[in-house]
């Protein structure tokens, strides 16, 4: 059993063929291509906010407690892979609502707040602010706060003040967008 859990692309695989097996075995209700999908949106959506709240609560609050000698193992090692996920997820969840709304014919709407799709219009526009941060605000500026990029220690200590100002950002408008997402039923 360790090593079966001990691998997590085995573990991946075979949860994938479980939820494969109860999508053919127990129908949603709704069309299938939906049920996929809006179950791939909050596959995505979890990772995507679970990493936020993963960097926001435990790993920039405990970064200036870790020991010197020890910071590189977050920064070299956990940090970038942890940021590859980050920005995927944020990138894949925003893909598939999209995709959900337009299935449902609602996208235009939404994004436009027409009467009866205000919340989930909301809810969008924040996920869209929030996937554009991480692309182009968060993940540059990480770069070069990581080493990645190479720039000067001035450079590189304003780039990741600018990461955490707009990873907080980011962490403030989930709240807000979490409940639009959740209390909009017309998906």
């Known amino acids: 059993m ?24 127990v129908p949603a209700n709704a069309v299938p291509e939906q049920a996929i999908l809006r179950w791939l949106h909050l596959f995505f959506g979890i990772t995507w906010i679970g990493l936020l709240y993963y960097f926001n609560f435990v790993q920039i609050p405990t970064m ?4 010197a000698e020890l910071k590189p193992g977050v920064s070299k090692f956990i940090a970038p892979s942890a940021l590859f996920f980050f920005r995927w997820s944020a990138a894949l969840t925003v893909l598939t609502g999209l995709i ?10 939404a994004l436009t707040f027409q009467p009866g799709f205000v919340l989930i219009g909301i809810g969008m526009w924040l996920a869209l602010i929030m996937a554009f941060n991480v ?5 540059p500026n990480q770069k070069k706060a990581l080493g990645i990029v190479t720039v000067d220690d001035a450079a590189k200590a304003k780039a990741a003040t600018t990461a955490m100002i ?21 998906g």
Do not use: Q
């Open 2 to 25: 360790a090593k079966f859990f001990g691998n997590l692309h085995l573990v991946l695989v075979a949860g994938l063929v479980l939820a494969l097996a109860v999508i053919v075995a």
């Open 64 to 67: 200036p407690k870790v020991p």
């Open 135 to 139: 692309w182009f605000v968060i993940w």
């Open 166 to 186: 707009f990873s907080r950002t980011n962490t403030l408008l989930s709240l807000a967008m979490l409940y639009c997402m959740i209390n909009f039923n017309g």
């Open 100 to 109: 959900i709304a337009w299935r449902s014919a609602y996208l235009v709407e």
